[in-house]
């Protein structure tokens, strides 16, 4: 049953080859069995999730079951489940038991789906590769010496593993995406405000968005339509309707108008990942699509630019981890200021502490407009440049990343060089625009990824497109060799 899809999944509980709690069964069973060699999961729920798809089979029984009830999932730590440990991968929150849901574990609860666990994640999803979390790296079922990418690795893992069909995910700089394409799975982020940001422990909240980590392109259709909507609850969820995902999957692409940016092809893109790049633009040609070049001339600015936001909004979000109203609190403090100082200092590890202290400075007086003002300027340049492609392509498409799965160890101790995996992706946050990172070839025997980008809310002709791709190749098909 773990080499199925969710919507060949959703097929068989539909048509009774098995019932959701033998389903959960198997995916409880194969978490316990298996997670050992990749430390996907940092709170596996078995019970709960056996408890939740007993009550999905009598949904089903009385006819009351949606496209998604009974299906088991794993959810980044990142996101607040009633009941369960909620750490987002840090020694800070590691006994905070969150006392609600957040609005994407309640819609896809609501929705039928079952919660097999939380997943690992970078600390308070600050990294590109799954190690700087307070449980351990995370290890890439491709190849146990490589990272899965950051900072939703751990969800990736467990999917391209098949400890779970499917996964959530946050992307605040290519954190979903970046991951997809070193295990080989489809990465969906949205665009910024079409899932809600509630109950999500914020990282950068004007760049944080909710999204997918599925085999296919269909499965993220699946679960973004049950995940997207206005929220009340957040106040940057926008007030836009959700179409529906699944019927534009079978749309035609002749004639789609596709963008390739040179800026994602310089210098620092492996050579074998930019063929396999160029052999899925191929596919493309095949179906009738028409590729032409256009310009993001402010592209190698987003890096930059985005360490200099991001840091800023850590610095001011994760302020309220201070050791007095929950979370860690450092033992026997001698007076206030050591309660602060010791609490934040024992409870973050040195990427959060890295970018808080940068953000602290880039907000400082007399710093403030040099660098964070600044930034947003540079950003604006950005989203402009993305707005002027989408006046001539619908698409735009390159690299996910420059390399495929590096080595555990391998950028830790070099923070620039680390930072620079996500230089194809951080740009999209920036300008708040949706994309998706799909299996486009294999290079030394590691998953390779096409990223498309597409126009904000244009979701539906996205997942279109990548649907299209998977319908000629079987890349997202593939299986790291021993999983069984």
Known sequence: MHDKTLAELAAGLKQGEFSSEELTRHFVDRIEARDDRYNAFITPTPERALEQARAADRRIAEGNAGPLTGLPLAHKDIFCTRG?????????????????????????????????????????????????????????????SKVPGGSSGGSAAAVAARLAPAATG????????????????????????????????????????????????EDAALMTQAMAGFDERDSTSAQESVPDYLAALGQDIKGLKIGVPPEFFDEGLDADTRKAVDDALDVYRQLGAEIREVHLPHLDLSVPTYYVVAPAECSSNLSRFDGVRFGYRCENPKDLLDLYERSRGEGFGAEVKRRVMTGTYVLSAGYYDAYYLQAQKTRKLIRDDFLKAFEEVDVLMGPTTPTPAFGIGEKTDDPITMYLNDIYTIAVNLAGLPAVSVPAGLVGGLPVGLQIIGNFFDEGRLLNVAHQFQQQTDWHRRLPEGIE
């Open 84 to 144: 369960v440990k909620t750490s987002c991968g840090s020694k800070m929150l590691d006994n905070f038991v969150s006392p609600y849901d957040a609005t994407v574990v309640e819609k896809l609860a609501e929705a039928g789906m079952v919660t097999l666990g939380k997943t690992n994640m970078d600390e308070f999803a600050m990294g590109s590769s799954n190690e700087t979390s307070y449980y351990g790296p995370v290890k890439n079922p491709w190849d146990e």
């Open 170 to 217: 946050t992307d605040t700089g290519g954190s979903i995406r970046q991951p997809a394409a070193l295990t080989g799975l489809t990465g969906f982020k949205p665009t910024y405000g079409r899932v809600s940001r509630y109950g999500m422990i914020a990282f950068a909240s004007s760049l944080d968005q909710a999204g997918t980590l599925t085999i296919s392109a």
